[in-house]
């Protein structure tokens, strides 16, 4: 749940400062103590406007800049360091195309994640939750769709961002996995690079920087291109089975991992993603403070010319069959999951499902149909596991494997105050484990403070073929200071946190040095636990594994892994038997 704004006279601009002036010469003199201051896979057809920037590869990151009409803004090089990273993030994020608009088009791209995790660092008053990032190594066709900023065009990759509060861990892309994404194409706004002035070796953004008359030249912005965040994503897993009949049993199957939803988390959030102008209004301003909770998710806002972003179009994407030869009748098999919510309501999009045989490789062409009502109602998303196989054909010997997560010993807590930082740090951990690409967020692990063996239970039952590979991927953070900021503004924070008063500009210098205090405490890396077992034995025992983990803020990481790898069959009767339990065969 999101925490409730305040209300009252916090918002009441009249009582914050007396006029903007003041308020913009009291934020720059409590920062920076300046003297003299007082205290199918189609997504439909593309706007005009985006066919045309798809004949341009890779897009030039120079047109992000706002004096190049791009929605990212800079203050000049001389401004105070603090001050200038406030404007990166004023917004955080603008369209590709149309920059000063957060309104965009959604744009569909293809690939293979070269890269999964999630993100540690993520600025809380833009977020509701950390974003979870995968980066993508884009089909030939859709690497039109990388900017200059995101590096040397043959090797770069577009980086996906979707919060973790709006993304359900099921849904995640594993290393390999293929993907399918559609959302909102933008530049992210951190990540400027300068250039210098004319005729000197003085570094520059734009020509405020230079003396009066010359011109900065060879500006070279690095800002990357993402889709951030997506609106649909289907995560297409291949190299396993699964049971494609209740009667039957498992075979190898490509399994895709649906999820379609407005909620955008702060990224998609119209309020969050306006530029604010002059910057004092980012934390000041009435309309800002009032982002959050989160209430314009821009995927709903319809433009004046059609339907809003989220139901423009369906979701298309193809779902292989896996390579088997003699393959009999092809076999589609969907698993609902909780649908999304709009308003409290739940209405799952249809499905649209086409087998198509011929070629070289057999698939089902998958379409989730949000541009068609469901009884009279729009639909307020789609979240499904689809199983794609053969009935009948020859069969391949798979292993059904449980692997079981029973614990987290804590060598290192990594909860030593920070120097600066006035708050408590708080209780907890974060966790998500990865097995064959499939993630869970482990629970369990909310009160760690100190040492010790911590239980946590977390399942997954898989099958594979005997000549696979099992692996097992675990990484871990210590929360921190940061953590307590998101969902909120910069304003609710400052008052609620930090002893800011607005009827007391006094107490904005404090407040202020604690926040950014706050701000650079960011969680603690526990390192990662990675093991791998092969078949046909899979690393099988009756002893459970402890493994230790590396890396991270500790060098030799901060904690070990307790889990067990079990081989499973069915007994005469369908229950399902461990092959370690006494009598078993």
């Known amino acids: 749940m999101r925490p409730a704004e305040p209300r009252g006279q916090v918002f009441n601009q009249g009582i914050l400062m007396s006029s903007r002036c003041l308020r913009f010469a009291v934020l720059i003199c409590a920062l920076f103590g300046v003297g003299g201051c007082g205290a199918g896979e189609t997504a439909g057809a593309l706007s005009e406007v985006l066919q045309s920037a798809a004949t341009t590869a890779p897009v030039d990151s120079n047109s992000a800049f706002s004096a190049n009409g791009g929605g990212c803004y800079l203050l000049p090089m001389e401004s105070p360091a603090d001050l200038k990273r406030l404007q990166t993030v004023n917004p955080e994020w603008a369209p590709v195309v149309h920059g000063t608009s957060p309104q965009s088009v959604p744009v569909l791209a293809h690939g293979i994640a070269r890269e999964s995790h999630v993100s540690k660092e993520d600025f809380p008053a833009g977020h509701v939750t950390f974003d979870q990032n995968t980066e993508l190594d884009l089909d030939p066709d859709d690497r039109w769709l990388l900017a200059s900023g995101n590096g040397d065009p043959n090797k770069a990759t577009l980086e996906l961002e979707w919060e973790t509060g709006s993304y359900p861990a099921w849904a995640w892309p594993g290393v390999g996995d293929r993907v399918v994404v559609l959302g909102r194409w933008i530049f992210d706004c951190g990540h400027p690079g300068p250039g210098t002035c004319h005729g000197t070796s003085a570094l520059c953004d734009t020509d405020l920087d230079c003396a009066a008359g010359a011109a900065c030249e060879w500006t070279k912005f690095t800002y990357r291109s993402e889709i951030h965040p997506p609106q649909a994503t289907a995560v297409i897993r291949s190299g396993r089975g699964g049971v494609l009949d209740e009667e039957d049993d498992a075979k190898l199957v490509t399994r895709a991992d649906v999820w379609v939803s407005a909620d955008g988390g702060g990224a998609g959030d119209s309020c969050v993603v306006t530029h604010r102008d002059p910057l004092d209004l980012l934390i000041f301003g009435a309309e800002s403070a009032r982002c959050f909770p989160l209430r314009e998710p821009l995927a709903l806002i319809a433009p004046t010319d059609g339907p809003a972003p989220f139901y423009a179009t369906d979701f298309s994407f193809d779902l292989p069959l896996p390579a088997v030869r003699g393959g009999g009748e092809p076999f589609l098999r969907t698993l609902g999951r909780e649908t999304p919510a709009i308003n409290h309501a739940r209405i799952p999009a249809s499905l649209r499902t086409v087998p198509k045989l011929g070629g070289s490789q057999p698939h089902f062409e998958v379409t989730v149909r949000m541009t068609k009502l469901v009884n009279g109602a729009r639909p307020t998303g789609f979240a499904a596991t689809i199983l794609a196989g053969w009935r009948d054909g020859p069969e391949k010997k798979l292993a059904h494997l449980r692997v079981s997560i029973e614990g987290v010993v804590v060598r290192n807590a990594l909860k030593a105050p920070t120097p600066g930082v006035s708050k408590t740090l708080p209780e907890g951990w974060k966790m998500q484990v990865n097995v064959n690409g499939e993630w869970q967020e482990i629970a369990g692990l909310e009160k760690v403070g100190k040492t010790g063996l911590y239980p946590v239970s977390a399942t997954y039952d898989l099958y594979l073929p005997r000549d696979g590979t099992l692996s097992v991927h675990a990484d871990a953070s210590s ?69 230790a983990s590396v890396g991270g803020a500790a060098a030799d990481g901060a904690f070990n892994l307790r889990f067990r790898v079990e081989r499973i069959r069915e007994d005469h009767d369908g229950e399902e038997v461990s092959l370690l339990q006494p009598g078993a065969r």
């Open 479 to 547: 929360t921190a200071c940061v953590d307590t900021l998101f969902g909120r503004s910069l304003l609710t924070d400052l008052v609620q946190e930090f002893g800011f008063n607005p009827a007391d500009v006094s107490t904005l210098p404090p407040a202020l040095a604690a926040g950014s205090a706050c701000l650079a405490d960011i969680e603690r890396d526990a390192g990662e636990v990675n093991a791998s077992f092969a078949g046909p034995r899979f690393g099988v025992k009756a002893e459970s594994y402890e493994l």
